[in-house]
């Protein structure tokens, strides 16, 4: 009788220069499980400051973690504000109470979204990096009416916090989503909250994203919780995958 595969995809947001010890640390930290296959969400140009061309030491680090099978993606431009937030209501309540000064992609018109994601796969080419085709807004935030100029700009999955989905085929798929921000403490409250019923959904599915971000390193509380979190997986028989993979399954795994 066969078994269908179990898959979890360690999702690392902010990969950044700032942030390139503590990306690091935790890429150390996911090799000692034997875990070696991410999704690496890389900002392009923190904070309109850090020009991904120019950082040649994390340059090197996401080469080789290509080459060793994770998944570059392109996570926003700046990952910062770029004027007001748009869309309806509810989608500017969540930027403006979850994701702060980073829901870039809430605050860009159509025409600025295009540049803005071509620009970003401009600076993957540059710095002589494979150029992403996978989109994740800052805050998984994208302002509605936005899939077009994302085809546009040449990409073909958006991932949202509990989806991925596929531009070419028009098609959606939901995941269980568990991980931590390294945000206030009322903030990781409410998602330690959501990793509770996200590990009980995770029962009954064949996929389960872990979100991790940088601040705290390997050593925060967050990420040594999650990374329990993962060892159990581990232990019941769970592989690594990348987005790439849910839409395009390896055979090999």
């Not at 531009?167 to 989503?177: D, G, K, Q």
């Not at 990374?227 to 592989?239: F, N, S």
Request: contains cysteine; charged residues 25%; positive net charge.
């Amino acid at each position: 009788m066969s078994m269908t595969k179990k898959r979890f995809i360690i999702s690392l947001h902010d990969v950044a220069p700032p942030f390139e010890n503590e990306i690091r640390a935790q890429l150390d930290a996911l090799a000692r499980i034997h875990v070696h296959r991410c999704a690496l969400k890389v900002v392009p140009n923190w904070h309109g400051a850090y020009p991904l061309p120019a950082a040649r030491s994390l340059i090197d680090l996401l080469r080789a973690q290509h080459e060793g099978g994770s998944e570059l993606i392109l996570h926003g431009l700046e990952h910062r504000r770029r004027g007001a937030l748009r869309g309806p209501l509810r989608l500017r309540l969540r930027g403006a109470l979850f994701a702060g000064d980073a829901a870039e992609f809430l605050t860009l018109s159509a025409p600025e979204l295009l540049r803005s994601v071509r620009w970003g796969r401009e600076l993957f080419e540059r710095a002589d990096l494979p150029v992403p085709s996978t989109f994740c807004a800052p805050g998984w935030l994208v302002a509605p009416g936005s899939w077009n100029a994302l085809t546009e700009a040449g990409i073909r999955h958006v991932i949202g916090m509990f989806t991925v989905y596929d531009l070419e085929r028009s098609r959606r798929r939901y995941m269980p989503a568990v991980g931590y921000m390294g945000a206030s403490p009322v903030h990781e409250a409410g998602i330690r909250l959501g990793n509770r019923l996200a590990w009980l959904a995770s029962s009954h599915s064949t996929i389960v994203k872990i979100y991790l971000h940088p601040r705290g390193g390997a050593q925060g509380e967050g990420f040594r919780r999650v990374l329990a979190g993962v060892m159990r997986l581990i232990e019941e028989g769970w592989q690594p995958a990348t987005y790439e993979q849910v839409f395009r399954p390896d055979p090999e795994g």
